[in-house]
């Protein structure tokens, strides 16, 4: 499974950008498909997810602001993120696991991993 993320890139603060993540091979049924980010000497930090059925969830920082969504005829998931802020800028990730949504997003569950995309705010 590979995971190819785009989107990326150097905003001012309230600004938007749209993250897009491509599986492939992209046949499956159940999973939960993740985004995440990490700052430099941070931890990596699970944002959003979204499953087969397109159940979401987000962490609260993110809530209102950017919302995951997914075409699945198209293997993809997406984070559009809108009013974006200094405290945003870090490497993005989407990930996936072949199972259900841990709500508490732990990272260790997901195997499958994209190479990552940054996002700078200023």
């Known amino acids: 499974v590979q995971l190819v993320e785009s989107g990326g890139g150097s905003v001012q603060a309230g600004g938007s950008l749209r993250l897009t993540c491509t599986v492939s091979?992209?046949?499956?049924?159940?999973?939960?498909m993740g985004w995440f980010r990490q700052s430099p000497g941070m931890e990596r930090e699970g944002i959003a997810s979204?499953?087969?059925?397109?159940?979401?969830l987000y962490i609260d920082s993110v809530k209102g602001r950017f919302t995951i969504s997914q075409d699945i005829a198209k293997n993809t998931v997406y984070l559009q993120m809108d009013n974006l802020k200094p405290e945003d800028t870090a490497m993005y990730y989407c990930?996936?696991?072949?199972?259900?949504?841990?709500?508490?997003?732990?990272?260790?569950?997901?195997?499958?991993w994209g190479q990552g995309t940054q996002v700078t705010v200023s």
């Open positions: 091979p992209g046949s499956f049924s159940r999973y939960c």
């Open positions: 990930a996936r696991r072949n199972a259900f949504c841990n709500p508490a997003l732990p990272s260790a569950e997901f195997a499958y």
């Open positions: 979204i499953t087969y059925e397109g159940v979401t």
